[in-house]
């Protein structure tokens, strides 16, 4: 994308005399942004994706830990004796 952007830019500033620095300035600037802007939706994407993960492997040790023993003491609490 950005080599053609590159040669049609080249091209333009053959056919018309004008300065290709400055042409090729602004391309600079417009491919960095456009790279800064992919670069941060895929960070994005990378903290949206690490929930599951997360949620997958806390749970069961929620539980494990957490839950269980205490419906255990309050199992043995409440039996008879």
């Not at 997958?56 to 929620?62: M, V």
Request: aromatic letters at 4%; one cysteine or more; a positive charge.
């Amino acid at each position: 994308r950005e080599i053609a952007t590159f040669a049609r830019a080249l091209a333009r500033t053959e056919d018309s005399g004008a300065r290709l620095a400055a042409t090729l300035a602004r391309l600079a600037d417009q491919t960095r942004a456009h790279h800064q802007e992919h670069a941060l939706a895929a960070a994005r994407r990378a903290g949206v994706t690490a929930v599951a993960p997360l949620g997958l492997c806390f749970l069961p040790a929620f539980l494990a830990l957490g839950v269980v023993p205490v419906i255990a003491g309050a199992g043995r609490g409440l039996a008879p004796l």
